[in-house]
C-alpha cells in the first residue's frame, strides 16, 4: 500500500536527519503512529491539545479531543451536591453507586 509505505518513509527520514516535519491528517491512526507530537484542531483551527500521541489518547482534555481520538465510552454526567447523574437525552438518572473517591474530595 503506497500510503502506508508513505508513512514509514517519513517516519524514517524524520527519525534520520532529525528534522521537524509537519504532517496534516485527519486519519487518527496515521497521525498516532508516526508522530513524536501532535496538535488536535478543533473546525475553527484552534488547537484543544498539544502533546506526544500517547498522552493524548491517555488524557485527552475534553470530549472533543476524547471523541476525536475515536474513543466511544464517554458518558455525560453531571455532579450536583456530591451526588452524580447520568445524562439521558430527557432526564437524569442518579448514579446507584457510591462515588469514587476521587471525585468525593
Known sequence: NLREEMRFEIKRLQEETGVTIIYVSHDQDVALSIANRMAVLDPHGKIR?????????????????????????????????????VQEETESIPFPYPLPRKLNQ
Do not use: A, H
Not at 474513543?71 to 451526588?83: A, C, D, G, Q, W
Open 49 to 85: 491539545q498539544l502533546g506526544e500521541p500517547e498522552d493524548l489518547f491517555k488524557n485527552p482534555v475534553d470530549s472533543y479531543v476524547y471523541r476525536f481520538l475515536g474513543l466511544s465510552n464517554f458518558i455525560p454526567v453531571e455532579l450536583v451536591e456530591n451526588k452524580l447523574y
